[in-house]
């Protein structure tokens, strides 16, 4: 019944956007910090962005910080991360996930189970 899903992906031209959507259902994402996460093939799974549940507070990767936005629409249930001037070595599938507090090294409830990002000319 607790879902999380991820959307918006796809293959993009270095330099170009895309939108992911992660909509929630089952619960309600107001009282959740949402975490974006990323993994490549053959590395780790690296946190990307984050969003508070309390005051919107937002956090970013130093590899994306000033390309990526993450954004919340509580009423319609959904964060978003607008990505903007993609590099190839944002290839990756990405993922969002749910938790009370952000950080990279607290766990996380709730996973998607990923959308596919390709930036490649």
């Known amino acids: 019944q607790v879902q999380l899903v991820e959307s918006g992906g796809g293959l993009v031209q270095p330099g170009g956007s895309l939108r992911l959507s992660c909509a929630a259902s089952g619960f309600t994402l107001d009282y959740y910090a949402i975490g974006w996460f990323r993994q490549a093939p053959g590395k780790e799974r690296e946190g990307v962005s984050c969003?508070?549940?309390?005051?919107?507070?937002?956090y970013y990767a130093d590899s994306v910080k000033g390309r990526f936005i993450i954004s919340r629409n509580n009423p319609k249930n959904t964060v978003y991360l607008h990505m903007n001037s993609l590099k190839p070595e944002d290839t990756a599938v990405y993922y969002c996930?749910?938790?009370?507090?952000?950080?990279?090294?607290?766990?996380?409830?709730?996973w998607g189970r990923g959308t596919q990002v390709t930036v490649s000319s």
């Open positions: 969003i508070s549940s309390s005051d919107g507070s937002t």
């Open positions: 996930a749910a938790t009370s507090i952000c950080g990279w090294a607290n766990p996380y409830d709730y």
